[in-house]
C-alpha cells in the first residue's frame, strides 16, 4: 500500500533466502550503535543464530538474496542498518535516505538510484536522496545515482569496490582492441552541488576515483577526500 509506513526497531534481525523486499510505501529501519537493524542472508549465522538448522554445512556469499527495491513514489530511510550478502542493497527510483549505515559483500552496487523518466520535468527522482556516513565494502559498484536533483553524498568511505574488472571491447573489432575497465567506487550525475558530494574517501576499490556527470547548479569547491 503506498500510504503504509513499516518501522523495523533497533535490534532487528531481517533474514532472507533468494527474496526480496519492495517498498511502494516508507520503510523506515532506525538502530542505533549497539543495535543495529541487520538485513542479511538466511545462511549467516554470525547474527540472530542458526536459522537453517545445518551447523557448519552452510555459509553466506554475495548474492544470496535480492536486497531492497524502492518503487517510485516509495521511500527508505535506513539509519545504523547493516546490509550483507544480497545482490544490490537499495535500488531504485524512490526517495533514499542512508545514515551511518553498512553494506558489504554484495554482488553488484550499495545504492543505486537511477532517473525518473520525466520529458517534461528533466533530472529527477520520486525525493531526495541522502547518502552520509556510510561503509561499502567488496561489491562491484558503491553508489551509483544517474540523474538525480541535488543529490547529498557525503563522509562515506568505499572498500575493495568495483576490483572485477569488465572486459569492453570496441565495436567489431577483433579481440586485441579490448580493454579490462574497473569501476569507480562512486558515480553521480544530475544537478549538482559540488559542496554535497565531499569527504567521501576509500582504498583498495578498482578505481579510485569519483565519477560526476551533470549540471552545477550551485557555488562550490571540487569535492574534498579521498576520492
Known amino acids: 500500500d503506498p500510504s503504509a509506513t513499516v518501522t523495523v526497531p533497533a535490534g532487528t534481525v531481517v533474514k532472507s533466502h533468494a527474496g526480496s523486499l519492495t517498498v ?69 527510483s524512490g526517495e533514499v535516505r542512508v545514515v551511518d549505515s553498512e553494506f558489504r559483500d554484495l554482488t553488484d552496487t550499495g545504492v543505486q538510484v537511477p532517473r525518473t523518466d520525466d520529458a517534461y520535468n528533466g533530472y529527477a527522482s520520486s525525493g531526495e536522496v541522502v547518502i552520509t556516513g556510510s561503509s561499502f565494502v567488496r561489491m562491484a559498484h558503491g553508489v551509483a545515482l544517474s540523474q538525480i536533483h541535488l543529490p547529498v553524498v557525503t563522509g562515506n568511505t568505499f572498500t575493495a569496490v568495483g576490483t572485477v574488472g569488465v572486459n569492453l ?28 558530494l565531499s569527504g567521501n574517501q576509500g582504498s583498495g576499490n578498482g578505481a579510485q576515483a569519483m565519477v560526476v556527470n551533470g549540471h552545477i547548479v550551485a557555488d562550490g569547491g571540487w569535492p574534498s577526500g579521498g576520492l
Open 169 to 196: 571491447c570496441t565495436p567489431w573489432s577483433t579481440t586485441d582492441r579490448c580493454s579490462v575497465v574497473k569501476s569507480a567506487a562512486l558515480q553521480v550525475s544530475g544537478d549538482l552541488d559540488l559542496d554535497q
Open 24 to 92: 511502494r510505501g516508507s520503510l523506515v529501519a532506525e538502530g542505533t550503535l549497539s543495535d543495529p537493524v541487520v538485513f542479511t542472508s538466511t545462511l549467516d549465522d554470525s547474527i540472530g543464530g542458526d536459522t537453517t538448522g545445518d551447523g557448519t554445512g552452510s555459509a553466506p556469499t554475495a548474492g544470496d538474496w535480492q536486497g531492497i527495491n524502492v518503487s517510485v513514489g516509495g521511500a527508505v530511510r535506513l539509519a545504523r542498518v547493516r546490509m550483507a550478502y544480497a545482490a544490490s542493497g537499495v535500488v531504485g
